[in-house]
């Protein structure tokens, strides 16, 4: 891993899971990992129950943006994590690539996407433990 790694995180809308896990990454890493998220088939804008359960936990996902993924994505980033984007995401040697089976906070109440978002949270600590030992 170089001195600040990449991390690509990638779902089909980039509008729950991939926001979520960008945001927090972002949160607890505080500037020593580089983040990314990005859809095979991005929404319009972000879930909205995304947005407010990341706030309850003070991460603001508002400026948030759901955008395409790009192979210059893929290619600039050390770790490329997809969730449910099937065999939409590019493979490079060199990569590592995890999937991360979560449900989809679509159409979902906030009791489940408060459940999604702390699995995530979970996963992003042992992530974050794992690149910057």
Request: net charge negative.
């Amino acid at each position: 891993m170089p001195d600040q790694p990449s991390v690509l995180f990638v779902c089909v809308h980039n509008a729950g899971r991939s926001q979520m896990a960008a945001g927090w990454l972002t949160h607890l890493a505080a500037g020593r990992v580089e983040v990314r998220s990005a859809g095979s088939a991005p929404a319009e804008q972000v879930n909205p129950v995304a947005v407010e359960a990341m706030a309850e936990v003070g991460i603001d996902l508002t400026a948030a943006r759901p955008k395409i993924l790009t192979t210059d994505a893929v290619q600039a980033s050390d770790v490329v994590i997809t969730m449910g984007c099937g065999d939409a995401c590019p493979i490079f040697p060199g990569k590592r690539y995890e999937d991360w089976k979560l449900d989809d906070p679509a159409g979902q109440g906030i009791d489940a996407v408060r459940t999604i978002r702390d699995d995530i949270r979970v996963r992003i600590e042992k992530l974050l433990n794992q690149l910057l030992r």
